[in-house]
Every structure is written in structure tokens, then in C-alpha cells.
């Protein structure tokens, strides 16, 4: 019954490998030395770097390449002062909507630091050129903040092309770039703390796994759970990794690959586990009914297009036009991935509301009704945390306490690991399983595709048509 699931799930996971090994050989990813490529755009604000905290002494180098402008058809000469680029703060963006709305060049409004425009790389030509081929600007951060780098073109009906290479970095106490943001530094710490707790949250799990192994209360969505804290563990340590080299050296090529294919593994096995613990695979029945696998199998390609989703807008950047498409197909795709694993709970729940009504073992039944009433609510609050409240906490906090968005949402995973495995540990007197137990002992199997038909001697054949796992 799960075997084609599993397969689904499989070959899914082979498929967004695949994206993410062509994806980082194409580009370098969680790079602050990024390189972008504008190509016949028409757009009249191009975001080129996210939000960046600066401190005092912070350092913008940018390397403008080919920059060509097309012109419609006998159209006069453009004014070149009106195609530059400019740094602005993260809380000014909503007066700078304000300022396009009103027609406004943004180039001319008071609140955005001009670097350069188009004509100032005229300053630079040389006797007998024509255009500039390379242009390269460097601008110390005097005031710290939170800065993004926009390029604007205030000329309409022109379309632009250029390549363009930027660094952004602090500097620390001896003087060496450091490419990580004012409220980034802490964060190879914060991975590294966290890869510890995940590697000793998945050695207790292995070890009660061990010393139960052999016994009635281990089952297979047991070791589930062991693979997902082990590839929880490896995508923070690579986390970690990739933030350390970037701090050192602009880019983490090197770490990225293995991020992804750990973080693919984890995010696919979190959303499986999830379904499976509240359909009660394994532990309270070997087999799938045929709308939970169904579910299953639609959850599945969600993740898939999640994860590539993802891909997309870690490795293509701001600049790309559909970057924010991507974006909100992400946004979309794990909203509904979250509601969708929340309905076999759901409908856990209402089995055993039915049954507690009709059942003779009424109170072991509201019993269990009371644990799968909690690991719902515990499901829902971790998916509104660490969807919701962290991004409004990195929304809303000061620049330099950025990190603490990344901390209280591992702090909230590893919370919701420990406790969904302490719920579900494999002894013989959990609730779950005793439950299971006490069925078997009356011959009760829980499928609601059972035929009940009348013996001879007045008892009970059961004809089931179920695939044992």
C-alpha cells in the first residue's frame, strides 16, 4: 500500500537532486559577490542586492560591464543621467513605492544615496571611445544600516543591457572583508549550536530505537523519524558551513550542493512523517486506505515544486524578473503542503470521536482522541511559528537581531521533534500502542474497508481486502 508512495517519493527526490546539482553548477549560491546579467530590460527599477546590514566602515564595490541602451526608432539621444543606480534603506521601500506611483524619478528623491549614472561613466572615456566597456565604483559605508541596491531607469519606452558585478562586506577588527550582514555574524554559531542539539536529539532517538528494537512498541515510521532528525542534522550542518565560508571568503559554492540535497531530503521527510503519524501508519495499522494515499501521493509533488521553487530564488536573485513569481509560488506551495498535512489528522480525530460514541472501550478511546487532539494543535502551532511569527520577527526586529529569526525557528523545529517523539516512543505501555494491542486481542482490525459477515456459530468473519506493508 505505501510501496508506491515510497517509490513516488523516491524518484521525486531524484529529481530535485538533479535540479539542485544543475542549478549549483550553473551559479554560485549564498554568494555576496554576486554577478548578474540584465538582458534587454525595460523595467524601471531593478532590485540588484537584498537588504544588507552595514556597520560604520562597510564597503559597496560595484563592476558595471557593456552597458548599451536601445532607443525606439528616430528617437532622440537619451539623457543619460536618468539610467544610475542607488542604495537605499530597507525602511525606506515603502517611500520609494510611493515616490514611482507619483511619477517621480527615484534617481532625484532625497531620502535614496545616488552611486552612480550613466553619464558619469562618460567622465571616463578615453580620446577615440565612443562607450565605456567597464566602469568600477567603490563607496565606503560612513552611516550603518540596512541598505539595498536598486538600478533605475527614469527614460521610458528605453530598454537596458548590462552586466554587473557587486560586493558587499564589513569589515572586522583587524581590517579583512567580512561578507556577512551586521545581523548575520552570529549565525555559523547559531547552526553549529543547534547541528549539536539535532546530533544528540537523533543519538537519543537511535539509542531508544536500540534498546527497544526487538519488541512490540519499534515500528517502521520509527526509523522514518531517525532518518529525518539525521538529514535535519546534516542540512544545519552544512547551514552552518555555507554561512562560515561566506563570511570568509564572498561565496559558498563548495557547501551549497550538500545543503540542498540534505535539505531536500529533510523537507520531503518532515511532510511524509507528518502525513503518515497522523493517518497511524505503522503503529496502529500496515496499511494505507486509498484517500491517504492519495494525499500522499499529492503532497509529494508539492514538495518537489517547493523545493524547486526554492532553487530558483536562492539561485537566480532579485534581479531576475521572475524572482518574485517564484517567490510566491513558494509562498503558496508550502501553504498548501502545511493545510494538506493536516487533514489525516483531522480525519484521525473523527474516526475515534465516532468510535468513542459506539465503542464498549470508551475511555481508552477518548484517551487516544486526547493525544491525536494535542499533536494536532502542536502541528498547527509549529507550522503557524515558524511560517508566521518568525517571519514577522525578522520583518520587524532591528538589522543587527536579524539571526534571531534563524534561532527561534530551529529552537521551535528541534521543540517540535522532541516532543512529536516522545509522543510517539516506542514502549509497550504508550497509549498508541496498547491501543493496537488491546484490538488485536479482541480480533478488531481498524479498516474501514472490512466486511463484517454472520458466522454459522453467531460470531464474526472478517473479509478485508488490505495490503499488509
Known amino acids: 500500500a505505501l510501496s508506491r508512495a515510497m517509490r513516488s517519493l523516491s524518484s521525486s527526490k531524484m529529481m530535485a537532486m538533479a535540479m539542485v546539482a544543475m542549478s549549483v553548477a550553473a551559479r554560485g549560491a549564498n554568494a555576496r559577490i554576486t554577478h548578474y546579467d540584465v538582458v534587454r530590460d525595460d523595467r524601471s527599477l531593478i532590485l540588484l542586492r537584498e537588504p544588507f546590514g552595514f556597520a560604520p566602515g562597510g564597503l559597496v564595490e560595484i563592476t558595471l560591464k557593456e552597458p548599451r541602451i536601445y532607443l525606439p526608432e528616430h528617437a532622440a539621444p537619451p539623457d543619460k543621467t536618468k539610467f544610475g543606480f542607488f542604495l537605499t534603506g530597507a525602511r525606506d521601500e515603502g517611500a520609494l513605492d510611493a515616490a514611482i506611483a507619483d511619477g517621480a524619478c527615484v534617481l532625484d528623491v532625497d531620502f535614496v544615496q545616488q552611486t552612480f549614472t550613466f553619464a558619469d561613466m562618460d567622465a571616463q572615456l578615453k580620446a577615440g571611445e565612443r562607450e565605456v566597456s567597464t566602469y568600477e565604483f567603490t563607496q565606503d559605508i560612513t552611516n550603518g544600516g540596512d541598505y539595498m541596491l536598486f538600478f533605475a531607469n ?12 557587486t560586493t558587499f562586506a564589513n569589515k572586522d577588527s583587524s581590517g579583512r572583508l567580512d561578507y556577512l550582514g551586521r545581523g548575520e555574524k552570529s549565525l555559523p ?7 549539536l542539539l539535532d546530533v544528540c536529539a537523533a543519538a537519543a532517538w537511535a539509542y531508544t530505537l536500540g534498546k527497544a528494537q526487538g519488541r512490540r512498541g519499534v515500528r517502521k515510521i520509527h526509523w522514518l523519524m531517525l532518518a529525518l532528525v ?28 550538500a545543503f540542498y540535497v540534505f535539505t531536500v531530503c529533510r523537507s520531503m521527510l518532515l511532510f511524509v512523517v507528518i502525513a503518515l503519524v497522523g493517518m497511524g501508519w505503522s503503529f496502529l495499522k500496515p496499511f494505507l486506505h486509498q484517500r491517504e494515499k492519495n494525499l500522499l501521493m499529492a503532497v509529494i509533488p508539492l514538495q518537489v515544486l517547493a523545493n524547486i521553487a526554492t532553487l530558483v530564488i536562492d539561485e537566480e536573485g532579485p534581479a531576475d524578473e521572475g524572482f518574485f513569481a517564484w517567490q510566491s509560488m513558494f509562498i503558496m506551495i508550502d501553504i498548501m503542503c502545511c493545510c494538506a498535512v493536516l487533514v489525516p489528522i483531522v480525519w484521525s480525530i473523527k474516526h475515534l470521536r465516532d468510535s468513542s460514541d459506539a465503542s464498549e472501550k470508551q475511555a481508552r478511546n477518548l484517551h487516544k482522541l486526547e493525544l491525536f487532539r494535542h499533536f494536532y494543535v502542536m502541528t498547527v502551532a509549529y507550522i503557524y511559528f515558524t511560517r508566521i511569527v518568525v517571519y514577522l520577527l525578522k520583518s520587524t526586529v532591528e538589522y543587527e537581531l536579524r539571526w534571531t529569526a534563524a534561532f527561534f525557528s530551529e529552537l521551535a523545529t528541534l521543540a517540535y521533534y522532541v516532543a512529536t517523539g516522545y509522543l510517539f516512543r516506542p514502549e509497550e505501555e504508550n497509549m498508541y500502542f496498547q491501543l493496537k494491542k488491546d484490538e488485536d486481542e479482541d480480533g478488531v482490525e481498524m479498516s474501514d474497508r472490512a466486511m463484517w459477515l454472520p458466522s454459522g456459530a453467531g460470531g464474526l468473519i472478517a473479509e478485508t481486502n488490505t495490503t499488509n506493508v
Not at 554559531?189 to 547541528?195: A, D, I, K
Open 154 to 165: 527614469c527614460e521610458p519606452h528605453t530598454v537596458v543591457s548590462f552586466g554587473i558585478t
Open 189 to 195: 554559531s547559531v547552526y553549529y549550536l543547534f547541528f
Open 230 to 257: 539525521t538529514f535535519k542534522s546534516l542540512s544545519v550542518l552544512t547551514q552552518a558551513g555555507r554561512y562560515h565560508l561566506t563570511r570568509i571568503s564572498g561565496s559558498s559554492a563548495g557547501w551549497t550542493a
